[in-house]
């Protein structure tokens, strides 16, 4: 299974992004899917995530500003960005697991800077 995330880029504080992950196989395969982010010199951070029943969970930092949804016909999650603020700057990375493994995709690098 391969994740292809794309969405990326450079974007000014209160400004929106929408990152994109297609997955080379049904998403129904999947017990969830979601969105990790990594900031220079961090460790790499939950961001969102969206369950199989469609239960989503999300950081307290981007609550209210990020949702994550899906697109079962595209094999595509998706992560709306707003209000976007500085701290928000990472490289982000797309998740999925099944049963049997876990999945990552190559990383986005959002930058929120005037």
């Known amino acids: 299974v391969q994740l292809q995330a794309c969405g990326g880029g450079l974007v000014q504080p209160g400004g929106s992004l929408r990152l994109s992950c297609a997955a080379s196989?049904?998403?129904?395969?999947?017990?969830?899917m979601g969105w990790y982010r990594q900031a220079p010199g961090k460790q790499r951070d939950l961001v969102a995530i969206?369950?199989?029943?469609?239960?989503?969970n999300y950081a307290d930092s981007v609550k209210g500003r990020f949702t994550i949804s899906r697109d079962n016909a595209e094999n595509t999650v998706y992560l709306h960005m707003s209000s976007l603020k500085p701290e928000d700057t990472a490289v982000y990375y797309c998740?999925?697991?099944?049963?049997?493994?876990?999945?990552w995709g190559q990383g986005t690098q959002v930058t929120v800077s005037s």
């Open positions: 196989a049904s998403i129904f395969r999947f017990n969830g």
């Open positions: 969206i369950l199989s029943d469609g239960n989503t």
């Open positions: 998740y999925s697991w099944d049963t049997r493994k876990a999945y």
